[in-house]
Nanobody, 120 residues
Framework: QVQLVESGGGLVQAGGSLRLSCQGSGILSIIYTMGWHRQAAGKERNLVAA????????KYADSVKDRFTITRDNAKNSTYLQMNDLKPEDTGIYYCAAKTGWESVRWDYWGQGTQVTVSA
């Protein structure tokens, strides 16, 4: 059974930093593209950052470029999102997800999410 478990969310002031972690189990992480998605209250869930199976390819939403960094450690079956210079508009539930292939539109597996709240 595939499981993704996020951790590292919390309350932080604007300008602060947080590091989210996603621990995978029951999954051969090396074949999956991993991503972080964000859902603000009352809004749809959107991709924030993604990383290819070998870590060579990454992409970011325009709103987080130069502030967020996605990395992965396949030996630990883990993916991370370093978030710096946080803004109130970064507030939301952050979900870790996995999909087979970089170009695939559908994300196959999801975590339960971790709340990030950025106060002004």
């Amino acid at each position: 059974q595939v499981q993704l478990v996020e951790s590292g969310g919390g309350l932080v002031q604007a300008g602060g930093s947080l590091r989210l972690s996603c621990q995978g189990s029951g999954i051969l992480s090396i074949i999956y593209t991993m991503g972080w998605h964000r859902q603000a209250a009352g809004k749809e869930r959107n991709l924030v950052a993604a990383i290819g199976y070998d870590g060579r390819r990454t992409k970011y939403a325009d709103s987080v470029k130069d502030r967020f960094t996605i990395t992965r450690d396949n030996a630990k079956n883990s993916t991370y999102l370093q978030m710096n210079d946080l803004k109130p508009e970064d507030t939301g539930i952050y979900y870790c997800a996995a999909k087979t292939g970089w170009e695939s539109v559908r994300w196959d597996y999801w975590g339960q999410g971790t709340q990030v709240t950025v106060s002004a």
